[in-house]
């Protein structure tokens, strides 16, 4: 099997299964992301999508759909040895075959965190039944350690679109619409993953320096991301012809090349998160909550100001608020807290 080192990644010419059996040792990787062969007679999709193929790479190897589930028991369980403890793995999947990937998975030791959807931009064009125009994207994870979840990598808490709906929760919902990409006159393998797909799962479940694996290269697009965001990256390309083409061009990725054209979230961090309230905190907000009201100020200019005096979270106001109800209902023969707005 050939390899190639550049810098702090590795990339292997070779099969997944036992690639990963040689040269990745156990617990090593942070983060798999990868995009598996879907069984589909993947090497024709031109025929379906009405796709010219002169800049698409020959060589792409797809799996007879009678091998795909014990293929995929073989790779999935790789893949969980692999994984350090706490390690996550996204696998991107297409409908035909899911069952036999979710079966794998419940062979292994792994658990489900969310069965993410991706929409997409455009379907496979059909007259007698509804247009495929969605992927599945299994997010699980390694048990036994600490597993990364960078919660306002991309999206402050206290960040409101224009409705006053939060902008990290928009984001991080279970369904994904991220169109897919266009790149004409350029060489591309057959299925190739988006940019700002890849950047999201790897800006949410790793870190910098973490290493970043996939066991099915393809045009290289998961090792692009990893390198371009000051990550490690490990993987494998059964094809030759694909492997030869990509390998040129990871020479020319600089680590790091993506990090100026992340947004940077606005973040609120509150001075005392987690913090047990005491009874004179409680009075305190019992107080300034009867105060602020009395100015017949938003509920959310309210919340906001207690937080800030306070050190807290607009969540845990809003917990606190609910605790002390009772006897600000008592006091002023209000039925609920919103009668104060």
């Known amino acids: ?64 759909q009678a091998q795909y589930a014990d293929f995929s028991l073989k790779w999935i369980k790789e ?24 079966v794998a998975l419940r062979q292994t030791s792994l658990k489900e965190i969310n069965h993410i959807i991706w929409k997409y931009n455009f379907g496979v064009f059909t007259r007698q039944k509804y247009v495929s125009s969605h992927y599945h994207i299994l997010f699980y994870e390694k048990p036994g350690g600490k597993r990364t979840f960078n919660l306002e990598s991309r999206y402050g808490l206290v960040e409101k679109t224009e409705d006053d709906r939060s902008l990290n929760n928009w984001d991080r919902e279970d369904v994904w619409v991220i169109n897919r990409e266009y790149k004409p006159g350029k060489l591309k393998n057959k ?37 371009g965001l000051n990550r490690r990256t490990t993987g494998f390309e059964i094809s030759k012809p694909m492997f030869d083409a990509k390998i040129k061009e990871m020479k020319t990725i600089k680590p790091g090349y993506l990090m100026p054209k992340l947004r940077t979230p606005l973040i609120d961090n509150p001075k005392n998160p987690g913090k047990p309230w005491t009874d004179q905190d409680l009075k305190f907000l019992g107080d300034e909550y009867r105060r602020l009201s009395a100015k017949k100020l938003a509920k959310k200019e309210i919340i906001a100001q207690l937080g800030n005096q306070l050190g807290r979270g607009r969540w845990a106001i809003e917990k606190a608020l609910k605790k002390i109800e009772p006897s600000i209902r008592k006091e002023t023969g209000k039925k609920t807290l919103l009668e104060f707005f």
Not at 25 to 48: A, E, F, R, W
Not at 89 to 102: A, F, M, P, Q, R
Not at 201 to 220: A, V
Request: charge should be negative; aromatic fraction near 10%.
């Open 79 to 102: 893949a969980e040895r692999v994984l350090r403890p706490g390690g996550s793995i996204y696998i991107v999947s297409g409908y035909t075959n899911l069952v036999d990937i979710l």
């Open 191 to 227: 299925n190739e993953l988006p940019m700002a797909l890849l950047i999201k799962m790897i800006q949410y479940s790793s870190n910098e320096g973490d290493l970043i694996g996939d066991f099915f290269l393809g045009g290289f697009s998961t090792a692009k991301a990893a390198i």
């Open 1 to 64: 099997m050939r390899s190639i080192v550049l810098g702090t990644s590795a990339f292997y010419n070779g099969d997944c299964i036992s690639g990963a059996a040689e040269h990745i040792p156990d617990d090593s990787v942070d983060l798999i992301v990868t995009d598996p062969p879907y069984g589909i007679n993947g090497d024709k999709l031109h025929q379906h999508y009405n796709r010219k193929e002169e800049f698409v790479v020959e060589g792409y190897v797809e799996i007879p």
